[in-house]
């Protein structure tokens, strides 16, 4: 099975910047789609952003022109650049890789990395 390990997280000042790796020890073209998603203490995990083969991108509305995912095939590698960060940015942040088969969604999580936003 394709283990993700994530990396990149610490604390930053509001306003600052951090840049999330999201290492796969298999190849994401294996997958439909790998995201970002992030939880806060107390919260649901919610959707940041995705990445589908094709290149295609959604964005949660709260980090819309802040935040940008990319893809490096070749690397098995996602990242999440993150600018202008916000105190409510302040989360647990989790790697994604899922799959459709016959109808069913499989989903594969990393453990996860803390960001910390200062203000």
């Known amino acids: 099975q394709v283990q993700l390990v994530e990396s990149g997280g610490g604390l930053v000042q509001a306003g600052g910047s951090l840049r999330l790796s999201c290492a796969a020890s298999g190849s994401i073209l294996s997958f439909n789609a790998m995201g970002w998603y992030r939880q806060a203490p107390g919260k649901q995990r919610d959707l940041v952003a995705s990445i589908t083969n094709g290149g295609s991108t959604n964005y949660a509305d709260s980090v819309k022109g802040r935040f940008t995912i990319s893809r490096d095939n070749a690397k098995n590698t996602v990242y999440l650049q993150m600018n202008s960060l916000k105190p409510e940015d302040t989360a647990g942040y989790y790697c994604?890789?899922?799959?459709?088969?016959?109808?069913?969604?499989?989903?594969?999580w990393g453990q996860g990395t803390q960001v910390t936003v200062s203000s």
């Open positions: 994604n890789a899922n799959r459709m088969s016959w109808g069913k969604r499989y989903d594969i």
